[in-house]
């Protein structure tokens, strides 16, 4: 496929800056940082900020979350590392496998939410956690594996997810056995999830390796694909602690969820006030994402609170969540498989319902020539007006585009049924915008936080929304033609 070449980068050094709209208006504010400026921490390392500053290394990056990753009270965390042969593709000879634990350190917890993945082939681990949320039981400790996912597997993956808990329930001594441990699985679909492996040898290292100081080692042990861990943290005013990892880089539009993401607080919550807070907090983040429009198996966003602390205001918890879930979403498309630049669309006016916005929003970003077009830093302008016309065509025939407008790096390209293009000027302009959000493909940390901004006012009044993807690249062909190795 034909890109056109990038823009020279002195052309950069003459683009204005453009302010940027906010995933949420209430949390990431960008309209006061210049585009071409870096972003440079403002707190003093207890937290993340809410727009992450910029990196010049990896070891920059890591030292970031490790500073800002200190664990709520009563919360402690051990990975570790093993290897198995899948029964599936054993020519493929030892794989590796990673087990993460998360344990309350004080006892089981009934404060505990969870929101899963729509897809009809659910992954067995996501089966079991229904079982304990309808159950109403408490829970003590989370186990996650990565490499292979359990879904649909030969033989029984329900009882080999019950298995690994039961192993970390045995190892911890834990009151409420196997049915206090929520399990979580993240990998390959369709192999068999290497039970004995994970309750023999890898779980019990990483019980042994349990810590209270830093969530930084799970952000980590969870990765599959993903480049770079991810991990957001807040404090709030009255000493409440809230953190939050996050792993996922393709296979992600989801429907409820992420692919994988929990969510720690010290605070005392009753468990309806936190699933509540989650499921909004989710809607407004990980459900207004996505990198390639395809929906996992295994998503899991989970959020537990010990109890161990008051809370003074329960609205300052649920924006501190949702500044969280939102700065996590934005970092699974930052680190989406091969992702060279992050589109953040703001929708405005939109003629129905925040949820059919949303579906409009990822329909415009997961169009492959939207997507190509972007990765080549070519503002084919008339290519996202005609995505928008074709949602609109066959969801909403009966609804006027007459007064909707489009922008693109803050500048008008169409108005009134009319696109407004003027020139070598604006081409310009228009592809330096998509050059100055560029990011390496191969990165393992993010450099900066700018986004290719697509504006959408459908004008009058309506939903507002707004929606995060990426572009497509040929390094995300190549991570997902040679996956399972």
Request: aromatic letters at 6%.
């Amino acid at each position: 496929m034909f890109f056109i070449k990038k823009v020279a980068l002195a052309l950069l050094a003459t683009t204005a800056s453009l302010p940027c709209d906010a995933f949420s208006a209430s949390v990431l504010d960008l309209s006061k940082t210049s585009r071409t400026s870096p972003i440079h921490s403002t707190n003093a390392g207890l937290d993340t900020d809410p727009v992450l500053p910029s990196f010049s290394t990896k070891e920059e990056y890591t030292s970031y979350l490790k500073k800002a990753g200190s664990l709520p009270q009563g919360f402690a965390v051990g990975t570790a590392k093993g290897t198995f042969v899948s029964v599936e593709a054993p020519a493929l000879g030892p794989l590796p496998i990673k087990a993460t634990v998360i344990h309350l350190t004080e006892g089981p917890s009934e404060s505990w939410a969870a929101v899963f993945t729509g897809n009809r082939f659910p992954g067995c681990p996501v089966k079991v956690g229904r079982s304990r949320l309808s159950a109403g039981h408490p829970i003590q400790a989370l186990v996650i594996n990565n490499k292979v996912s359990n879904v649909c597997p030969g033989g029984d993956g329900v009882a080999a997810a019950e298995s690994v808990c039961a192993a970390v329930a045995s190892k911890l001594n834990l009151p409420g056995g196997s049915n206090s441990v929520l399990p979580s699985s993240t990998g390959v679909i369709g192999w068999r999830l290497p039970a004995k492996e994970l309750a023999e040898d890898v779980v019990p290292l990483a019980i042994e390796a349990l810590q209270s100081e830093s969530a930084f080692a799970a952000a980590e042990s969870i990765m599959t694909t993903d480049r770079y861990p991810k991990l957001r943290s807040k404090t709030l005013s009255d000493g409440v602690r809230i953190v939050g990892v996050a792993k996922g880089a393709g296979m992600i539009e989801p429907n409820m969820a992420t692919m994988l993401g929990y969510i720690m607080t010290d605070a005392t919550i009753e468990k309806s006030k936190l699933q509540t807070m989650l499921n909004e907090a989710c809607n407004r983040s990980f459900n207004s994402i996505s990198v390639d429009g395809d929906e996992s198996t295994s998503d899991t966003v989970v959020a537990i609170a010990s109890n161990l602390k008051p809370l003074s205001s329960a609205e300052e918890l649920k924006n501190a969540l949702f500044e969280i879930c939102e700065g996590l979403s934005a970092d699974l498309v930052r680190n989406g498989e091969g992702t060279g630049h992050v589109i953040r669309v703001n929708i405005s006016n939109f003629p129905g319902s925040e949820y059919d916005a949303r579906r409009m929003g990822r329909h415009l970003v997961n169009s492959p020539l939207v997507k190509c077009a972007i990765s080549g830093n070519d503002p084919n302008t008339g290519r996202i007006a005609g995505a928008i016309g074709s949602f609109m065509g066959k969801f909403f025939p009966n609804e006027s585009v007459d007064e909707m407008s489009l922008t693109l790096g803050g500048r008008t390209i169409f108005n009134n049924g009319q696109f407004v293009l003027e020139g070598d000027a604006v081409e310009k302009e228009l592809s330096a915008h998509m050059a100055d959000a560029q990011l390496g493909e191969h990165d393992d940390f993010p450099q900066h936080q700018k986004f290719v901004e697509i504006g959408v006012d459908f004008g009058g009044s309506g939903s507002h929304v707004i929606v995060l993807g990426s572009d497509l690249t040929k390094e995300y062909v190549e991570v997902n033609a040679d996956y399972r190795s």
